[in-house]
Each structure stands twice: as structure tokens, then as C-alpha cells.
């Protein structure tokens, strides 16, 4: 049938992933390299040099004010936002320099689903906060359209809190639902990339775990990057921690090792201060 | 506590309620006083009749706005597509795509025009656009005009709204989380769609209110449209021929009023009748503000 | 599909870029057009003397009658709304601290009645006139552009008064003041680079205005003396030399038109160079 076949076709990238070669596989999916972020008044970021392997949660450490923000928000860049900001360096994403693109920009973020610190759904529906992202994509079939919906809000739990209501205001759902839907409506279009900044800390204890559980299911097909400054999130999730200070890269490595022996006196400092 | 202290702090507080008190019934007191003038003209005429009839004739006592509220609506109106449009669009490169230099220069520069007083504004009327009419504009569409017009008004009017409309939708613009904006990128819309997306959605009830204000403040203006607007009686469509707004009766007027029965009574009407739509679009739209502002 | 995209985005970039330079442009040309018009007309003699006889037909004279009546009306005005306005944004700010509806409905009044008209001001400036037995002079002047500007004092200072953090006046109380002396040693300290703000705005609003003096100041070839007597003003200067067929009287219309623009750029300015020097020593 028609519906399935075009299903099939936005399942393609999925797919072919699974082909991948093992070489493919652990080649890093993010390459970060002399990444740096300056405004006139100052450097956010120092010449960041950073390789995110595929499938993995990596947790981005620090103080507040350190630059874990602005480094996430430079892998999909969102620094275009801020005008003030002066970006250099590259950002390969599955090798291809996203601060370089220029038409296929829209296309390329699109590859990474963003997660912010409060939940910020789009002045729209339920239904079409989910859909807003297929529809860019040029998806017009109701039924596909339908389908994505209904397995995206499944996929994060929400389906049947809100399966009555999608038509109602996105907003009119409670800030845990809220951020459960900003991850459906991510999921929906297909990311192979989640871009998560401190996505619990507006939260309730319950709510987080919930998001916690999500990404510790949606690693198996999906590369995670958070950022937090909440050290027990680190240890729960992160199969690598980047721990940063003043737009630097302190230290790197498997929680075990970095958490538990930290090497640098400014990383024992933060892991006895909490912050 | 000791005496004086305490009798300072009654004084003071007297006089604080005192203001604040006076303040506030700054509305009803025009609504009465100019009530009070216009009530001889609303005890000989009907509302309806001095609302809906074209007859003006003083020296007979025939009273009929209908001539002054359509060429105020017409200017209005004309002023508002003119300018509506090109201050959307200049509030969105100014906040979405231009440098952010561009944006901390403009900004004092727009708030220092909107406090350019309005004879000024007609000054350059006159100077520019009665000739630009005149010569140009009317001839170009095969009609003559003395460029004081209908047209002339509404520019004028156009390019005084510019500052006031356009501080109001950059500061609406503002207000949308950049949280928002970064959802729609992040899910692949182009900086255009993004736009059209979360900035005119969001915005929505903002652009309506400033759109809304900058009626009012058209509505409302006086002396720039007097000096350019011809001030002759007269409907026409035309916006090459002159008209005669409600705010240019009052105020071309004002020196023969005592000397015809009812005159006087009838620039009161006149005065009551703008304040009073000018309040209601007021309190409409700042309403909306507000509301937005709480939530 | 997606190069359309791109074409859309670009058709709109380009609109958008035209808009914001027109807008740029359009009042650019406007302070060109009116200095230069002016600046030639412009001689110490229109500034620094009264019209002599024979000015309207194009004779001697300057229009330092309208300058100096101008600057009485406004100054007066400014007072006067001071004397309304000050201690009614500090009430707001202090004595109604907890009632967050109140201040809001408050807010919401004044808010509506900044964009009522200045010719309904005049208009009703000189209802007040007759039912006093006023004639038209700087006191009914005065009288209406106070109440045409307060409004616009009283939101501008309490915008700035209302970022003041609860704590500060909580501070103050405990330290057994009295809610005057909160008011005016912590608010009105605090709050001052907004009080400046305000009073220039309203300084500049009062002197621009031509409708709603209109009615109620007059217009006099003299420099008033007293509150009794009729006042010229700058913005009715220039409407009335303007609407002459003589030539030399039209172009004191320019001149007076450059010397209104100064004053108000002047005012603007300072105010934005007060409030940025005020702000230094407030507590954030």
C-alpha cells in the first residue's frame, strides 16, 4: 500500500544504519574540532576539541557559566540566534561541517532533536506540535502524519494522558507532560542525535525519572548528548563524561574512571563542593 | 515614634492618595465636562441624526459629522495599510535577521522620533508630500490635485505611526522565549518559517494591540493632518481630494465658535465623540497587553 | 520543495531588509528635510527677538515671544505634574506594594488614557475655562498640558519604580521607617535615574504639543508676565507662520520648526545620558 511504502521510505535512514559497517559504527558520529565561541567581550569557548561516540549518553559536566550550554547549542546552531556570538572552528556531524551549511542547515538539524531546560512547546496543538516537524519535512499524507503522532506520544508515555485532548493548546498540559511532548516532537522527525540541556531540571522528581528512563531506552538507536550539573544525573546515565571549566575541557572519560579518580584539582574541587 | 514624624506620614499620605485620586478621574472629568458643553446640541438633534446626516450647515443649526468621521476614517485607514505593514516587517529584520548593532543604534533613534512633536511632522508634510502629490502622484494617475489631500493626510499620519508602532511590536517580538524559537530551528524550519511560526504566532495578540494603538494614535492626531489635509467639506472617494477630519474641526475652528448658536456645543460633541472611541480602542487593546503581560 | 523554501526565505529577507532601511530612511529624510529648510532661515535675530510691527506681513521681529512662552507653559505644566504625579507613583509603588490587582488596573488606566488625544485635552481644558471664567492664558495653559503629561510622567517613573525588589522596602521597615520615608528616602532615591527619564519625557511631550494649547493658552506677541495673560507657543508659532502667503513669515516657520526639533533632540538625549549616569549607584 501507498502509506506503507512511503512509511519505508522515511524509515530508510533508520535502516541503513543498522547496515552500517562495524568501522561506521565506531566512528564517531560528532567530531569537534577547534570549536570556538567569542563574543566582544570575551571567549565562551576556548578551542574545543571533541569526538561524541554514536549510541552513547555523554553527559556534559560543569559549573554553571562554564560553556556546556554553548557548546550544545553550537552542534545544531542555534548560536545563529545570538548575533553577538562570533563561531569558529567545525562541527562535523557524521562528517559533514554544520557551521558551513547553508541551504541544507534546516536539513542537518534536523538530525538532532533538542531538549532545553524548560519545556517550550510551539504555539500550537498537541497534535501539531508533534506533526510541526514531518510537515516541514514536506510529509503531507494525513495517515503517516497520524501514524508518526500516535507512536512518537507512545513512545514517550504520553499517549494515553492526552490521546482525548490533541487537539487542545500544548500548553494547557502540565510542565512534565509539556517536556515529554518537546521529546515526541523531536523523536518524530527521525534525529539520530538528542541534544538534551539540564531537560530536568524544571521538573518533579517523578517526571525525571521518567525522562531518565526514556534515555537510557532511546540510546540503544539514538546518541544522547546532556548537559547537567546535577552529579548523581551523571552517574545514572553517562557512559562518557565531559567535564568542562571556563569554556575548557578539564577532563574526559567513563564515569568510573573520571567521577571516582578525578585526575585535576579543579574537578576534585567540584565533585567535593557539588558545584 | 515621635509626633511629627507621625503627622509627616499622614500629610504625605494624604497628599499621595490626593494625586493618585485625581489622577484616575482625569477620564470621567473629560467625559462630564465635555458632556456638559455638548449637551445644548444633544437636547435639539438626535444622536443618530448628528452621527448619520452629511448637513452641515451651522448658520441654520444643521449638524451632520458624517462629512468629518469619513475622511478621519479614510485617513485612518489610509495611514494604517501604509504603514502596518512596513513596520512588521522592519520590527522583524531589526529583531530577527539584522546584526544586533544595528538594532541598539535604531532603538534610541526610533524612541527620540517618536517624541518629535507633530507640527514638525506637518512642517514636512507640507514641504514634501503637498508637492510630491500635486505634482507627481495625482498627475501620475491623470488627475489634478492641490496635494492637500486625503492622501497627503494619510502619509503623514503613516510615517508618524512608524516610531510608535514599531517600538511597540520590537518589544513584542522580544518578549517570545528564545526557548521557542530554537524549538522550531532545531526541528528543521528555515529562519523565515521559524518566523512565521513562533514569532507572528506567538505574537499574535502584541502585533494586534500595537496595529490596535497606532489606530487610535491616528485616529486621534490633530494638527500634523490640519496642515496637510485640505480642511474642506466634502465625501469623496478620491484620495486626491481634500477631507476634513474630526480632530481638524475642532481645532480649525476654534476661534468663530462663540459667535454661532450651538457651535461651540457642536466641536464639544466633536471632541466627546473622539474621546470616547479613541478611549474604547484604548482600553481594548491595552487589555490585551496586559493580559498577555500576566501570563 | 526545499529550494522553494529557500526562495520563500530569501523573497522575505530581502522585504523585510527593504522595510527596516525604508523605515531608517523615511525619518532620516524628515529631520533632513525640516533642518535644512530651517537652518537657512534660522539668525540670532528670530531667536533673541519679539515680532515688531509689521511681522506678519514679513517685517521685523523674531519669535522669541514663542520661546520663552514655550518654555514658561512647559516648565509650568511639568511642575504641576510633578506636584500630581510624583507622590501618585509612589503610593502605587509603596502603600499598594501587596494589592498586585489594584496596581494593575491602575497600570492599565493610565496606560489607556496616554493615548487619549491632546485636542480632547485642549478641548476639555477649555470646558474647564468657561465653567472657572477663565480666559484663555499660561494658567489655563498650564493647567491642561499638566493633565495631558502626568499620565505619561507618572507610568514612565513607575515602570522604573516597579523593578525596585520588595526586599529593599521590606529592609526599610523593619528599620522602623514610616511608609513616607520608605517612599521617598528608598523608592524616589532608588528610582531616581527613572524619575529624570520621566520628567524630560513629559518636559518634551509639554512643549511639542500645539492641539491642546490651542484653546487655552492663546497667543500673544509678548512675553507673558503673569499667569492671566495670554501665552505664544513654539508648535502654534509655526502652524499659524506656516498657513501665511508671505514668504519671509513662512520661512520663520522653518526656523521655528529647526528650534523645536533641537530643543526636543536635546531633552531626548540628556534624558537617555541621565538615566544611563543615575542608574550607576542603584542596587540591583
Redesign the interface.
Known sequence: MFTEKLFKQTNAYTKSKLKMSKADIEKPIIQIKGLSVKTHEGEILKSINLDIPRNKIVVLLGPSGCGKTTLLKSLNRLTDLHKELIVGGEVLIDGKDILKASQDLPIMRQKMGLLSQRPFPLPVSIYKNVSYGLKLKGVRNKKLIAHSVESNLKRVGLWDEVKDRLNNPANSLSIGQQQRLCLARGLAVKPTIILADEPTSALDPISTKTIENLFKELKEHYTIILVTHVLRQAVRLADHVVFMYYGDIIEQGHPDDILKNPQTEILKKYLIDGN | ?NRS??L??LI??I??????Y???S??A??AI??Y??AAPLLANHSFAELILSAKWFPMKGEFGFMPFIYSSAYVTVLSFFLSA??????A???T?????R?LNV?L??I???A??????????G???IVPAVSDYVAPFFGTSSSGYSLLAGGVVLA?MC??YM?NMLIEVFHTI?????????????????M?K??IF??GFPGIISAFG?GI??A?????AV??VVGNTLDISVSPFSPGYPL?AL??NN?GEMMSIPDYDSA??FA?LL??VI??V???FF??F??KTE?S | MRKWKTIEEQIFKVISFLAAYSVIAILLFLLFVVFNKGIGALSWDTILKLPKGGYYFGGEGGILNAIIGSFYLSVGATVLAVFIGLPAALFINVQLIRMKRVQNTIRYLLDALWGIPSIVYGAFGFAVMLFFGLNASLLAGIITVALLITPILVRAFDEVLKTIPVELQEASFSLGSTRTETALKVLFKQGFAGFITALLLAFGRGIGDAASVLFTGGYTDNIPISLDEPVATLPLAIFFQLSSPIEEVRQRAYAAAVVLTIFILVISVSARLLSKRYSRNIIK
Not at chain 2, 115 to 124: A, K, L
Not at chain 2, 219 to 223: D, P
Open positions: 515614634m514624624r507621625r509627616t506620614d504625605v499620605t497628599w499621595m492618595r490626593g494625586g493618585l485625581l489622577l484616575l482625569i477620564p472629568l473629560i465636562g465635555l456638559w458643553k505593514p512596513l513596520c512588521l516587517f522592519a522583524v529584520y531589526l530577527q535577521f539584522g546584526k544586533k544595528l535604531m534610541p533613534v524612541d527620540i522620533l517624541g518629535i512633536p507633530s507640527v514638525v511632522y506637518g512642517v514636512w507640507v514641504l514634501v510615517v512608524i516610531p514599531l522565549p528564545v526557548g521557542m524559537k530554537e524549538a522550531s530551528l532545531s526541528l528543521g524550519a528555515t529562519h523565515w518559517e518566523v511560526h513562533v504566532k506567538k494603538l487610535a494614535k485616529f486621534g492626531e490633530t494638527i490640519l496642515m480632530p475642532i481645532a476654534y466641536l464639544m471632541a473622539l474621546f479613541i478611549l480602542i484604548n482600553l491595552r487589555y497587553i496586559h500576566q
